[in-house]
């Protein structure tokens, strides 16, 4: 669901007079479908990815790890979720580093059982069920935890539709030569309610840990 492209297709259609009722309509829409409060910093701009109130896309990949597909949107779990290649050698490091950290942070809060990670793979070529796990013990994340999916798609053209088409973040590969090449990217990181919906997106490669944390706590906390 995109509002924002909702909205301008209504006032395209002769529908401004009535923008007030519409704005109210969504605006309630929006805090019935959420729990944390509207943050000023996500609804600045446009971007191509879902923000708060939005509805986050679904989809089915495999799970190379647990040799098993996940279906998203089945999920009724809280979901932290980013995008990243393994043999990233810069803003994927930081980034997997801070949501590992997110992870044992919900271990040690004893709010793991209402959370899943997932960390999904634009790279599949290279990030192979051998490679992710090379990964998960660089980064210490915690697979026997039982809450934590690497997500593969088959092949690059599922990877664009995925990540660049569904859920908004563009990457490109830029070749180096040979046989080698990398990702130029951005890095977002969402938080979703167990029904399905955005409650915040996070930007940079270095997301605040405490930030997430306390907001996941906070939507696990209002959600039972």
């Known amino acids: 669901m995109n509002r924002r492209r909702v909205l301008g297709v209504g006032a395209t259609a002769g529908l401004a007079t009535v923008a007030g009722c519409?704005?109210?309509?969504?605006?309630d829409d929006t805090?019935?479908?959420?729990?944390?409060?509207?943050?000023?910093d996500d609804m600045r701009g446009d971007?191509?990815?879902?923000?708060?109130?939005?509805?986050f896309p679904s989809f089915e990949l495999e799970d190379p790890l647990a040799e098993t597909n996940v279906d998203v949107g089945a999920l009724d779990d809280c979901i932290v979720c980013t995008m990243f290649f393994a043999s990233c050698p810069a803003e994927c490091v930081?980034?997997?580093?801070?949501?590992?950290?997110?992870?044992?942070?919900?271990l040690e809060r004893g709010i793991d059982d209402g959370t899943r990670f997932l960390a999904i793979t634009f790279d599949p070529e290279r990030d192979t069920a051998d490679s992710l796990r090379d990964h998960a013990d660089l980064m210490g994340v915690d697979l026997e935890a039982g809450n934590w999916h690497y997500l593969r798609p088959a092949d690059a053209d599922e990877a664009t539709v995925v990540v660049d088409e569904q859920l908004g973040v563009p990457f490109e590969r830029e070749e180096l030569g040979?046989?080698?090449?990398d990702f130029l990217h951005i890095t977002v990181t969402f938080l979703v309610n167990p029904d399905g919906y955005v409650e915040r997106t996070y930007r940079g490669d270095d997301p605040d840990t405490a930030r997430i944390t306390s907001?996941?706590?906070?939507?696990?906390?209002?959600?039972?």
Do not use: K, M
């Open 47 to 55: 971007p191509s990815y879902p923000t708060y109130g939005e509805a």
């Open 94 to 106: 930081p980034l997997l580093n801070a949501i590992t950290t997110v992870q044992t942070n919900t």
């Open 31 to 40: 805090a019935a479908s959420v729990v944390l409060e509207s943050p000023g």
């Open 215 to 224: 907001d996941l706590e906070t939507v696990l906390e209002r959600w039972e």
């Open 178 to 181: 040979g046989d080698d090449y």
């Open 22 to 27: 519409l704005t109210g309509a969504l605006e």
